[in-house]
């Protein structure tokens, strides 16, 4: 048992109002319609374009082309050339976004609450509504296209949907995995071509055929995964609530989650993050190897830096380097003037510096690697 392991029944975290989705993305998004001048009515509106939004709320940051894209509160899409100066783009409905994706330099598209989904052909200049379920009212986490057309939805209560139409329309995908109704929060491709689904409560599954089936997989953990990324062919690391993470080498050799496996969970109706003096909820399972971690920080965003060096971004300021020989987590030396009082979501690496995303707004870092 780690130190972090023996402390963890001292730290546990014993408030059941710090749900998953209190520290998803470190903070409260659910409370975005409590807040004052945003609209509750069942039809959509467009995003203010507003003063210093660099420095609102963001969730994600991807690329597109040759420029950076960043969503987040508010409908907020920022544009940059540079990760430094940010240009707000017009956005047709205000509701948070929580992920930005594209497959192309110009095609992609933008997820979040109220069942938003947002398309855009020419790099995040303009962008289209294409779904809005607000009488739904809750988030969309992930999506992932194939290609202009085909492409996959996941978000809360289990939803997973497939659209063939390039996000014009979505059908639910029908599978005995998501039974239980987990809220999806990252959906990643690895090198193979399979997919790796993480969610709340220890939730993995997996798909060789790009989702039309899914196989869940035993977890060594019972907490939140908010996420995931592709080691070589065939691997990943998971990393989540309380900054757990874990790498597997190969995933076809992961233990596979048996029937009787779920119905043991179902009875025991463990919740992590309302339990005080549990049980470790870590495990040992096969396949799946812990990165020990003297951090308590959760963990909500990661990348890959061209060496393959994975960076994870969480809570109160932590960037943690993954040294997957060790099976360790170390804190990251930032530059003096980072802003580490605030949650990082998500970053991506800029040559010598990181672009990272958070409570504060959008932030560049000098970082030492």
Not at 188 to 210: K, V
Not at 239 to 244: H, S
Request: aromatic share 8%; proline share 4%.
């Amino acid at each position: 048992m780690t130190q972090k392991h023996e402390r963890s029944r001292v730290c546990r975290i014993g408030a059941a109002t710090l749900g998953v989705v209190s520290v998803l993305f470190g903070t409260l998004v659910w409370a975005q319609d409590d807040e004052v001048g945003i609209d509750t009515t069942l039809e959509p509106r467009p995003a203010v374009i507003a003063p210093r939004s660099e420095s609102s709320l963001l969730l994600d940051i991807t690329r597109a082309g040759d420029h950076y894209v960043v969503v987040g509160q508010r409908g907020n899409i920022l544009l940059s050339a540079d990760g430094t100066q940010w240009k707000q783009v017009p956005v047709p409905n205000d509701a948070t976004l929580t992920r930005v994706r594209f497959v192309d330099a110009n095609t992609g598209w933008a997820i979040g609450y109220d069942g938003t989904v947002l398309g855009t052909t020419d790099g995040g200049e303009h962008w289209t509504l294409l779904q809005h379920d607000a009488a739904w009212g809750k988030p969309y986490y992930d999506i992932h296209f194939f290609d202009a057309s085909t492409g996959l939805l996941a978000g809360a209560n289990g939803v997973l949907k497939r659209s063939s139409d390039g996000g014009m329309s979505w059908q639910d995908i029908d599978t005995d995995a998501l039974e239980d109704g987990p809220n999806l929060y990252n959906l990643i491709t690895l090198g193979d071509g399979s997919l790796l689904l993480a969610g709340e409560r220890g939730f993995l599954a997996l798909s060789g055929d790009r989702g039309e089936t899914w196989q869940r997989l035993k977890s060594p953990y019972t907490g939140s995964f908010f996420g995931a990324l592709p080691i070589n062919p065939s691997g990943a690391v998971i990393f989540g609530l309380r900054g757990n993470a874990f790498y597997a080498a190969d995933l076809a050799q992961a233990a596979i989650l048996t029937p009787e496996d779920v119905e043991a969970m179902r009875e025991a109706a463990f919740d992590p993050e309302a339990a005080t003096g549990a049980a470790n909820p870590v495990s040992t399972v096969a396949g799946w190897t812990e990165l020990a971690s003297d951090s308590f920080e959760s963990l909500f965003g990661g990348t890959l830096t061209a060496d393959g060096t994975v960076l994870l971004f969480g809570m109160n300021g932590h960037v943690m380097q993954a040294d997957l020989t060790q099976a360790k987590l170390s804190r990251l030396p930032l530059d003096a003037n980072a802003n580490t009082d605030i949650n990082m979501n998500a970053g991506l690496v800029a040559g010598d510096s990181l672009i990272v995303v958070g409570t504060s707004g959008v932030q560049r870092l000098h970082w030492s690697h």
